[in-house]
C-alpha cells in the first residue's frame, strides 16, 4: 500500500511568497495530522483533522498559516506570506483512529525554505 | 501536561556493539509509547510500541523496548548495532486526544 505522499519534496521560495504544501494520507485514515520539524524546536503538531473536519489548530504558528482538508484524500498546509523563520521541514501523517492509540504515519516531509 | 525527555543528544557506539537509547516521559496515567527512527532525508518510521500487556515489546530491525512505570522510562535497546543503523531516535508519548508529544531526538552515530 502506498504510505503518505507529500509534495513538494523541496521548495525554495522568496520572503513574501504564498507556499502551498500538499498531502495524501493513507486510504481508510480518519486522522490527519500536519507536524513541523526545526532544530530549535524539534517537532510540533500544527493542526490536525478527524473526519475532514479541523480539530485542533491550537499549534498553528499565526494567521499566516492555514490548512484545509476538502476531502477524505486531499489537504493542503499553506502559507502566506512566507517569511524565512518558517524554514523547516513539515510532515503529513495519518492514522487510523486517534493518535493516542494508534500508530501515526509519516510522509517524507516537505523541505521548505524561505530565502 | 505529557513530555518527553531524550537525554542524550548524541550516541556514538562501534558496529557490532550494544544500543542503549533512553527515554523518560511524564503523564500521570499509562501511556502509550512509541518509538520512531528517521533517516537523513526522510520521514519517520515506527519501530515499536507499547499500549500494554507485556511491558518488554519488540520491534522491527531488531529493536526492543522496555516499559517501566516505576521510572517513567521506555528505553530503546539493541543488542548489536549495524551500520545502517545510524540515524536519529526519538520517543513520543500520546496521552490522551491527538496530541503525540515527541522527545527533542537522540542522533545514533554508528563508528566501524
Known amino acids: 500500500d502506498a504510505g503518505v505522499i507529500q509534495s513538494p519534496r523541496h521548495e525554495v521560495t522568496e520572503m513574501g511568497q504564498e507556499v502551498t504544501l500538499r498531502c495524501k494520507p493513507i486510504?481508510?485514515?480518519?486522522?490527519l495530522f500536519w507536524y513541523r520539524q526545526t532544530m530549535m524546536r524539534g517537532l510540533e503538531l500544527l493542526i490536525y483533522f478527524n473526519n475532514n473536519v479541523p480539530i485542533d489548530d491550537s499549534g498553528m504558528p499565526e494567521d499566516r498559516f492555514s490548512a484545509k482538508m476538502p476531502n477524505a484524500s486531499f489537504s493542503t498546509l499553506k502559507i502566506q506570506p512566507s517569511e524565512p523563520r518558517d524554514s523547516a521541514v513539515y510532515f503529513c501523517?495519518?492514522?487510523?483512529?486517534?493518535?493516542?492509540?494508534?500508530?501515526?504515519?509519516f510522509g517524507e516531509g516537505s523541505w521548505l525554505t524561505v530565502v | 501536561a505529557q513530555s518527553v525527555t531524550q537525554p542524550d543528544i548524541h550516541i556514538t557506539v562501534s558496529e557490532g556493539a550494544s544500543l542503549e537509547l533512553r527515554c523518560n516521559y511524564s503523564?500521570?496515567?499509562?501511556?502509550?509509547l512509541f518509538w520512531y527512527v528517521q533517516s537523513p532525508g526522510q520521514g519517520l518510521q515506527l519501530l515499536l510500541k507499547?499500549?500494554?500487556?507485556?511491558?518488554l515489546v519488540q520491534g522491527i530491525k531488531g529493536f526492543e523496548a522496555e516499559f517501566k512505570r516505576s521510572q517513567s522510562s521506555f528505553n530503546l535497546r539493541k543488542p548489536s548495532v549495524h551500520w545502517s543503523d545510524a540515524a536519529e531516535y526519538f520517543c513520543?508519548?500520546?496521552?490522551?486526544?491527538?496530541?503525540?508529544?515527541f522527545g527533542a531526538g537522540t542522533i545514533l552515530r554508528v563508528k566501524s
Open positions: 507499547y499500549f500494554s500487556g507485556d511491558t
Open positions: 486510504s481508510g485514515h480518519d486522522y
Open positions: 503523564y500521570g496515567a499509562t501511556p502509550y
Open positions: 501523517a495519518s492514522s487510523l483512529g486517534p493518535a493516542s492509540g494508534n500508530t501515526i504515519y
Open positions: 513520543a508519548v500520546g496521552a490522551g486526544g491527538n496530541k503525540l508529544v
